[in-house]
């Protein structure tokens, strides 16, 4: 059984499997073609933290595939009372198929895989996002931009970031990150990447200078500048990103054909243009539908590998 808690635990042709299931699988939902390959199975949704796509996505994704979707919010569950970590693990998971958490701190996913019974999916954590990761590919993909892409990261040095980092050490392509100086990535995400960039031959590297990381990039993303849990520190992040915005100037420096992607929630004037948000390159809107075609093709993945 495998659980699904970050892309490092996978491999170069896991992940390409599981976008590739996800391809199919988004072909059968536009042909309007019954694929319930998770016919009569339950799927817990276990949320300490807010979401629009990540809640529709896999309680709609479960429907589709045959199954049913129970969404436990922490204020309405034990969990969030004080009830521990590995108790709920065991009797949630005794009772369903699949548990999907979105939380804080990344420990807290792994010692509740530990004691769980059913595979565990990372919602989201301080940590990583990988989910959104298989959405992202999978529009590169989509796109014709995942052939020798050049990915720039503006922004953060976050979850999103370190689940890029993940997926480009994993399948060995550019990946640049401009963040301020004191938002850098956590050190031993980075140093994890590079030591599997050193066999994935993946080129990846870090700059304070959002215009050298996008300079001839054929896929520039963000994220917002302030994460949750992060609302306190909200006038100090907004003041030390000044000249992190992907605006029109910073867009023409990538190449042409370069798309944008943003996970979602975007907030425009922010990290992001109004004019970059909603023009020609970007395929924001394509990226989250794929949210759902990319989570239901790691369902289906992860009920096939128990
Ligand atoms: N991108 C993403 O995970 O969105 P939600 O927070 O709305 O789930
Ligand atoms: N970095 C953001 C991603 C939201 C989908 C956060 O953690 O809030």
Known sequence: MRHFLTLRDYTKEEILEIVDLALVIKQEQKARKKHHYLEGQTLAMIFEKSSTRTRVSFEAGMFQLGGHALFLSNRDI???????????????????????????????LEEFAMYS????????????????????????????????????????????????????SKLGFELRVATPAGYECDPQIVADAMELAKTSGAKISFTHDPKIAVLGATVVTTDTWISMGQEDEKVKRLNDFVGYIVDDA??????????????????????VSESVLEGDQSVIFQEAENRLHG????????????
Request: charged content about 20%.
């Open 78 to 108: 034990h969990l969030g009372r004080g009830e521990p970590v590995k108790d709920t693990a065991r009797v949630v998971s005794s009772m369903t198929d699949m548990v999907m958490i979105r939380t804080f701190e990344h420990s807290m």
């Open 117 to 168: 019974g059913v595979p565990v999916i990372n919602g989201l954590s301080d940590s990583y996002h990988p989910v959104q990761l298989i959405a992202d590919y999978m529009t590169m993909v989509e796109c014709g931009r995942h052939i020798d892409p050049i990915v720039a990261y503006v922004g953060d040095g976050n979850n999103m970031t370190h689940s890029w980092l993940m997926l480009a």
């Open 250 to 271: 910073l867009m023409a420096l990538a190449d042409e054909f370069a798309i944008f992607l943003h996970c979602l929630p975007a907030y425009r004037g922010v990290e």
């Open 295 to 306: 989570q239901k093709g790691l369902m289906v993945w992860l009920d096939r590998h128990r």
